[in-house]
Structure formats: C-alpha cells, structure tokens
C-alpha cells in the first residue's frame, strides 16, 4: 500500500512501467534487445537512488528503440493492449500516463497490420471489464474506421451508447446491427429500450422541475437500471437528494461521476463542498485536493481549500486540547473558526459543540450554556444536551439537568452517560430539596432579625435577575428564588421556629402547604414586572 502514498507513487508507477516494458517489447533482434536491455537497467538503477527525471530519459530512449524495431516488422505485438491499459489505469503512471498511451498508440499504428482492429477491439474489451467505458469507446470507435462491418463491435459500442444514456448514438448502431443481422437479439433487446428510456427520462426531468423530487428520484433509479454509467442521470439524481436533505446520497452519486468522467474536477468540488456542509472538513479537504491535483488553479476549488483547510486544522486543534485537557486553548480554537466560518452551519456547530464543551470544564458555566444552546439549535445531540446538564448540575439548577438527560435519552435509549448522569441529577436535587436557608443568606443560626434582613438585601441586590442577560439571568432567577425564601422564612418568627425543628415551611410536600411562590407566577421566562425596596 505505502507505494500508493502520494509521497512515493512516482516510484511505484515508474518500476510498473518499466516492468510491463520488460514484459511487452520481446525484441528478436539481439542487438536491439540489448539496448532496450540496457535502457530499462540504467533505468532502474537511477530509479533506486531517487533520479526520476534521469530514469525517465531511459525510458524514452528504449520506447524509441522499440518503435525502429516495430518499423523494421522485429517487435511482436502481443500483449501489447493490456499494456495500454496498464498504463491508462488510475493515478499508475501519474502525468507520465499521456506520454506513455501516446507512444504505444505509434507502435500500434507503426506495425501497419490490418489485423490491428482485433488489437483495439481486444483492449476495447478489457476497458470494458474495467469500467472504462471513455477509453472503450475511444478503441471501439478505431475498430470500425478500420473495419466498418465489424458487427460485434458495433454491437459493443451500441450497448456502451445506452449505458451512457447516449440514446441517438445507441440506436444508430443498434439500426445498423439489424440491418446486416435482422434476427440478431441483443441489438433487439437494446432498440426496445432507447425510446422508452427516453420518455423516462423526460418525465424525470419535468418531475424535477415540479420539484416532485422523490417521484424523480424514485423514476431515475429505475432509469440508472438500464443507464448505469451517465453522469448526467446520476448529477440529476444527486442534485434531486440534496433537495430533499439526503446528502449521504447525493455524495454517493457524485463520487460515481468522478469516476464515469476523466478530470471531473466540478465533481470533486461538489463533494468537497457537501462534505463541508455536513459538517466534515476533513473529508471536505480530501476532495478538493483531489479537484486541485487536476487544476491546481481551479476557479472554485482554490479559495474552498484555503477556507477548509484553515478550518480543519482549528477543529483538531481544538480536539487535541480537549484530549490534553487545556480547555483555554481549546476555547481559543473554536473562537478562530467562528471568525472564518460565519455561514455554514455545520461548520458553526462544530465550534459551538467545542466551546460546550471546554467552557464546562473551564468553569465558565454561563458562556458554556449559551453554547450549548446554540450548538444545539443547529442539531440536537445526546452529547451537548449531557454537557449542558452537566453545566446546569455545576449551577444547582437540577430540574434542566435532568430534562436534558431525558432529552438525551430519548434520542439514544443507550446512552449510558444520559443514564447516570439522569440518576446523578435526581440524587442531588433531593439532597437540596431541604434548602440551607442560612447558608444562602451567609447568616449564623443565631443571626438577629436586623442581620437577615441586611444579608438578604445585599444578596438581593447581587443577584436581581433585572441585573443580568441571557443564560446567566437563568441562573440569577434561581438565586434570586432561593435568597427571597431564606428571607420568607428566616424574619418570620413561625416559620423560623419550624424550620429550626426541621421542617421547611415552604416545602410543597408540607402538609397544607402550597410552597412558596414570591411572583404568584412560574419564574422562569417571566418577565419581572415588580419593585423591590431595600429601605
């Protein structure tokens, strides 16, 4: 595998040519086959230390020897079209593939043999079984300049035209099939499907236009059936998924049309720009530099990678300090991709579910719930909605911790995170059911009533929920709550006297009691239509 890597394919697909070389060209001549000889060991000689450019050169001078010998009728042609696809197959000979396909087509055309046409035909075939249908039409083609009344071939080509979705050309030589061979099947069989293929394919288009988009895809996948290698099928269909919010899908089609098309470089843009959009830069970066490898100034690929690659590396740069527990530079990180990324949404996510997450651990609690929430806006994850628990347990605010577990629970019966956490969360809200009262107010059990009161209004006026914004006024509300009860309770000689019996006066539990509501309202989202007077 380690040959393939982009550091050392050069290598690898230099030693595969120069192995097919030594396997193709059997020259007779002992003269000749020395230098050819001679060639290919210098060549790899210079291969092993590294000397492409100067390896390269051996190799055109032994492809010029063979083409002399292929002139002088000294070269056997066999085996020569699986070596053309060889050299044809993905990425194997890099920017040398053009070159090499170039040379071997002159030793092919050299040979003059009007028998070549078996030559294309037989490689034909071969790129056939290898998916190539470009560089099998382009054979199939040459085969009947050379002999028009090749009927298999033409049968071929015909068969190819419909998998293409190339309709005119496939009925064309279907036609002209029948016309040699009335009774011949298979051109019958693929006549019959060009018209009503179509019509189909009309009708998939006027559904598409209709934005009837799963009637379209439903129709297309039929057609796809009958047309298996037209990217133009496949493009409708992909852009029919992303309608319809099925990216996984529409990637999938696009990745087929990368690979029906030689140098798809709007294809590789589109997966790289699905991918970011999903919220996967990394993946996102894998594409584009794909789409650059063939353009490296491409128009719409350039500016993306500049953009992803940024991102990418301050996602993991935030991941990694999550992983090493420095939740500053996480925060740090996550703050960075927000001022690239203003827009994509999954990308935004993303940073918010880091800064979630590291504003938890870095004690920041109120700034870690406004990023929960917003993190959570954009999608609802059983992780974010633990971490906010988490964040809301930290602010004693156990009722939304324990909804947030549920929340996550519901979307993941397993989680078993949301099920201790749940457990957790109960534990301590019965555990603070019985309010310290003079431990909120910072009072002694014997404080006076002349104490209390000053406590309370000092606490009171630290926490007015009037005094805050945002998630942290959520959290004033439930200190203001707690701090207007240990007031109710601590300056009415009664209802202090039960409570230093043990009994919370204010407890809904209580026999009688209604629990203590200082707003006569729910306080949550309310807004805080009152005065308080402290003199």
């Not at 075939?125 to 054979?139: E, N």
């Not at 063939?294 to 993306?304: A, G, S, T, V």
Request: proline share 3%.
């Amino acid at each position: 595998m380690d040959c393939w890597q982009a550091s050392s394919w050069r290598i690898c697909s230099a030693w595969v040519f120069l192995l097919v070389l030594d396997l193709t060209f059997d020259v007779s001549d002992s003269t000749s086959q020395s230098e050819v000889n001679k060639h290919l060991e210098m060549g790899r000689d210079l291969l092993s230390r590294g000397q492409f450019q100067d390896a390269l050169s051996h190799y055109h001078a032994a492809v010029e020897y063979a083409i002399r010998e292929v002139q002088d009728n000294s070269l056997e042609l066999n085996g020569l079209h699986q070596f053309l696809v060889y050299a044809d197959d993905v990425n194997m000979l890099g920017e040398n593939a053009q070159t090499i396909r170039e040379n071997t087509e002159i030793l092919l055309e050299a040979k003059g043999d009007p028998s070549n046409y078996l030559t294309y035909f037989k490689r034909g075939t071969v790129y056939l079984a290898l998916g190539k249908s470009k560089f099998a039409l382009q054979d199939l083609d040459k085969v009947l300049q050379l002999k028009p009344d090749f009927t298999s071939a033409r049968l071929q080509r015909g068969n190819v035209h419909l998998k293409q979705a190339q309709l005119n050309e496939a009925k064309e030589d279907f036609k002209k099939v029948l016309e040699t061979e009335p009774n011949n099947e298979e051109a019958h069989r693929g006549l019959s499907k060009v018209e009503p293929t179509r019509d189909d394919i009309s009708l998939a288009k006027a559904f598409v236009r209709g934005r009837d988009y799963r009637a379209a895809v439903e129709l297309i996948t039929k057609i796809i059936e009958v047309c298996p290698w037209s990217s133009m099928l496949r493009e409708l269909r992909a852009d029919c998924h992303v309608a319809l919010g099925d990216t996984m899908s529409a990637i999938s089609d696009i990745r087929s049309t990368t690979k029906l098309l030689s140098d798809n470089t709007a294809g590789f843009f589109k997966l790289a720009t699905l991918y970011y959009q999903r919220g996967e830069p990394t993946e996102s970066l894998k594409e584009v530099r794909e789409c650059l490898r063939l353009d490296p100034e491409h128009k719409d690929c350039f500016p993306h990678y500049k953009v992803v690659k940024k991102v990418d590396k301050l996602i993991n740069d935030a991941q990694e300090a999550i992983n090493s527990k420095d939740y500053q530079d996480c925060i740090e990180s996550a703050n960075k991709v927000l001022k690239v990324e203003t827009s994509v949404q999954m990308i935004i996510f993303l940073a918010k579910e880091k800064l979630c997450h590291c504003y938890l651990h870095n004690d920041q609690l109120p700034l870690s719930l406004q990023s929960c929430r917003e993190a959570l806006e954009i999608n609802k994850d059983p992780r974010i909605l633990c971490d906010r628990a988490e964040a809301y347990i930290n602010s004693e605010m156990f009722d939304d911790a324990i909804h947030d577990y549920q929340d996550a629970l519901e979307l993941d019966e397993n989680y078993n995170r949301a099920k201790e956490g749940k457990q957790r969360a109960q534990k301590l809200q019965k555990q603070a059911e019985r309010r310290d009262y003079y431990k909120i107010l910072g009072v002694s059990r014997t404080a006076s009533k002349k104490d209390i009161i000053k406590a309370y209004r000092k606490a009171a006026q630290k926490w007015h929920p009037d005094n805050f914004q945002g998630d942290e006024k959520k959290i004033a509300e439930k200190k203001f709550i707690d701090i207007a009860a240990a007031k109710e309770v601590l300056t009415d000689p009664e209802k202090r006297e039960k409570y230093d019996n043990g009994e919370d006066p204010l407890d809904p539990e209580a026999q009688g009691n209604q629990g203590f509501n200082p707003f006569h309202h729910h306080f949550h989202n309310s807004p805080f239509q009152f005065k308080f007077h402290f003199n």
